[in-house]
């Protein structure tokens, strides 16, 4: 047994935590699977780390999203670091919301966001993931956080939701004040919050009066029994695409890189089968990539409305519950192999995007864009390698999300005729 699982409590929250949470979690799986602790910002929470019960609560409607629930202060003073919490009208969004009014918005939302609109985005994800390692190729470097996992989600996005290409820059150093926040920097992110508030309130206007084909004009257009989204609900509605859909597919490209850097076993196997044209691997790699070291750690909040019991503990009225995705998917009892890296896993029902009515919306763009980008980048840097000692790499420090500040890599420089 390493010798970490044998220690007697982990310290968590920590950096070195930060840097490899899986040792601590595997102790907790064990000795504590559903543990009351303390978080950095000082409220007390649940962590749930087993499969098992991860599910259960993920699907618990005792376990409201609504942070009125919860019995401390902290959610209604704003403390627990949710960029955007002050802004109280963009905060009604799916995340925050229980049924009734999270199944109409989510009803909403889904007539806008089709299976069929994201399929149709394919070759604008694949021109943008090759314009954006032609910026780079020719160097033999690059940090692919910064220029490439970063910039391709929020254009992405943006394309999607509509939003004209010469105001797509200032989202993007919005969203990365947003981001910085999450890195343990707090200036900026109230500023930068308000200021993609008030552009999507103005596009919404905008838009409602010149209807097009975008996401935006689909919310607006989107009706239910007659009822339509407010300009207040669609705005919070794109502020959370933006918001759920960004930072999560930085850490997908950015921990599904890392991951294949260090496996190269399983990097050789999928570079081969993607450089023949094939899909099948490349789909499987997705999701075992998310299961493995998935861009959200621990769900979003959750607070009990009535006593409840999760694995056997009894969880009081007004407590919030994190159920700890990264754990569960690491389960032994649900997982063989918990701790190896196997891209062509087929029984692999992980929570990377959630289990139940919060499941993730965007799941399909995100596939998408994750297959897409490894594909692009094994194929055309096909000697990829890190360029830092991992030790050295920096995680960011968020309760929510898992991702590294920074992947430095290098390869050999694509030729300009190549391009
Ligand atoms: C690899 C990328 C992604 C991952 C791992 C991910 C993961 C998740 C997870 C775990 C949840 C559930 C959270 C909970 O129950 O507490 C969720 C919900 C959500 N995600 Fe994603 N997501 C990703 C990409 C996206 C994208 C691209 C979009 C949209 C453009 C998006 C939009 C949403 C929305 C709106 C919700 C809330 C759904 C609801 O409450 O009904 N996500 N996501």
Redesign the pocket.
């Known amino acids: 047994m390493p010798e970490t699982y044998r220690n007697p409590q982990p310290e968590l929250f920590t950096w070195e935590f930060a840097a490899d949470p899986y040792p601590a979690y595997a102790w907790l799986r064990e000795h504590a699977p559903v543990h009351r602790t303390t978080l950095p910002s000082g409220v007390e929470a649940w962590l749930v780390t087993r499969y098992a019960d991860a599910r259960q609560a993920?699907a618990d409607g005792r376990l409201s999203?609504n942070p009125a629930h919860h019995s401390g202060q902290a959610h209604k003073t704003g403390r627990v670091g949710i960029p955007g919490e002050r802004q109280a009208d963009l905060m009604t969004?799916?995340?925050?919301?229980d049924p009734p009014d999270?199944t109409r918005?989510?009803r909403l939302?889904s007539k806008a966001?089709t299976p069929r609109r994201v399929a149709e985005f394919e070759p604008r994800v694949q021109q943008l993931t090759d314009r954006l390692i032609d910026d780079f190729a020719a160097r033999g470097s690059a940090d692919l956080i910064h220029e490439f996992a970063f910039p391709l989600?929020i254009y992405?996005?943006c394309d999607?939701l509509g939003v004209p290409p010469e105001d797509q820059d200032d989202l993007r150093d919005w969203a990365g004040a947003m981001i910085r926040h999450h890195g343990g920097q707090r200036g900026g992110v109230g500023r930068a919050v308000k200021k993609i508030r008030t552009y999507l309130l103005e596009l919404i206007h905008r838009k409602r009066a010149d209807l097009g084909d975008d996401l935006i004009s689909g919310l607006i257009r989107a009706s239910d029994h007659g009822e339509h989204l407010t300009e207040n609900e669609a705005a919070a509605?794109a502020f959370?695409?933006?918001?759920?859909?960004?930072e999560?597919?930085i850490?997908?490209?950015g921990n599904g890189t890392y991951a294949l850097l260090r496996n190269p076993a399983q990097r050789a196997l999928l570079q081969e089968s993607v450089q023949r044209g094939e899909t099948a691997l490349l789909a499987t790699a997705?999701e075992e990539l998310?299961r493995y070291d998935?861009?959200?750690e621990?769900?979003?909040?959750?607070f009990a409305t009535e006593p409840l019991t999760v694995g056997g503990v009894d969880i009081p009225v007004g407590d919030p519950v994190l159920?700890v995705?990264a754990a569960a998917d690491r389960d032994p009892a649900r997982f063989a192999g918990e701790n190896t890296l196997d891209l062509a896993r087929k029984d692999n029902p992980h929570?990377?995007?959630?289990?139940?009515?919060?499941?993730?919306?965007?799941?399909p763009?995100?596939?998408l864009?994750?297959q897409f980008a490894l594909a692009a980048l094994l194929t055309r840097l096909p000697d990829l390698q890190l360029a830092a000692d991992p030790e050295e790499l920096r995680w960011r420090g968020g309760l929510?999300m898992r991702g590294l500040r920074e992947l430095p890599v290098s390869f050999t420089p694509e030729s300009a005729d190549a391009r």
């Open positions: 993920l999203k969004h799916l995340l925050n919301i999270h918005l989510r939302v966001f989600p992405a996005i999607l509605m959370i695409l933006l918001f759920a859909g960004f999560t597919t850490n997908l490209i997705v998310l998935g861009p959200v621990l769900a979003t909040w959750r159920v995705l929570l990377g995007f959630g289990h139940g009515i919060h499941y993730c919306i965007g799941a763009l995100a596939r864009e994750g929510i």
